[in-house]
């Protein structure tokens, strides 16, 4: 499979993962005004986000950028 991320995709990928990251962490410790289920349900959902960035930049391919016919890695057609 060809890489389709590259180059500015990647880095506003990795600063959103680590975006959602902090927020991850931040919604444990702090509960951000959520109680209970509801809280975990938001810290598990950006987590996951998180990782789903951090993959796509680690493979360099993203299956939404597929789907839409994307390929943001210069140099490769």
Do not use: K, W
């Amino acid at each position: 499979m060809e890489p389709n991320v590259g180059g500015t995709d990647r880095t506003v990928r990795v600063v959103l993962g680590v975006l959602a990251l902090l927020s991850s962490m931040a919604v444990v410790v702090y509960g951000g005004g959520l109680t209970g289920d509801l809280q975990t349900v938001v810290a598990g959902a950006t987590l996951v986000f998180a990782a789903v960035m951090f993959v796509t930049v680690g493979i360099r391919r993203c299956p939404i950028n597929a789907l839409l016919g994307r390929n943001t890695c210069h140099g490769r057609e």
